[in-house]
């Protein structure tokens, strides 16, 4: 995210994404704790989990789909799309600690947030997918057949 050029006329949704955004993203990765999950208290108190990170940090997280709008000349729809994922996957990963930490490890979810984070961060972006073939059948039906997975050749901007 910081990588992002940011114009010299940039304004304030630029500059915020390069800099407080992609600070909330470090800080909430970094502060990911599973043992801050969803508990009752000494008093029998449902206390809510926050997953390591604080309540400012995940505003900021928050904030993305605010700012995006100030940037359409800035950021390539698919930038756009990337730092949605980013940002959508640390806030996941945030919440499956808070809400089961046990589940999110075990059942992999937290490692698939994961794998949508390092794809969204690819400075070639997804290298790799599936791709559908549509075809007719002798009776003129359409149908749509996965093809093994393969390297796309990413557009030169």
């Known amino acids: 995210m910081r990588a992002l050029p940011v114009p010299e006329a940039g304004g304030r949704p630029e500059r915020w994404i390069v800099g407080e955004l992609a600070d909330a993203v470090e800080r909430a990765m970094g502060a990911l704790n599973p043992e801050d999950c969803d508990r009752v208290g000494p008093d029998g108190e449902a206390i809510d989990g926050a997953g390591g990170v ?8 928050a904030g993305l789909p605010f700012a995006l709008p100030g940037t359409p000349a800035w950021l ?18 945030v919440r499956l600690l808070a809400n089961d930490p046990g ?14 984070l390092t794809c969204a961060a690819r400075p070639d972006g997804a290298a790799w997918t599936s791709a559908v073939q549509l075809g007719v059948d002798h009776r003129g039906e359409r149908h749509a057949h996965v093809l093994p997975r393969r390297p796309l050749p990413m557009p030169q901007s």
Do not use: F, K
């Open 103 to 116: 589940a999110a490890i075990i059942h992999g979810e937290l490692s698939r947030m994961c794998a949508i």
């Open 76 to 93: 390539s729809p698919d930038q756009q799309l990337r730092l949605l994922a980013v940002v959508a996957s640390v806030t996941a990963a």
């Open 54 to 61: 604080d309540a400012a940090t995940m505003a900021d997280l």
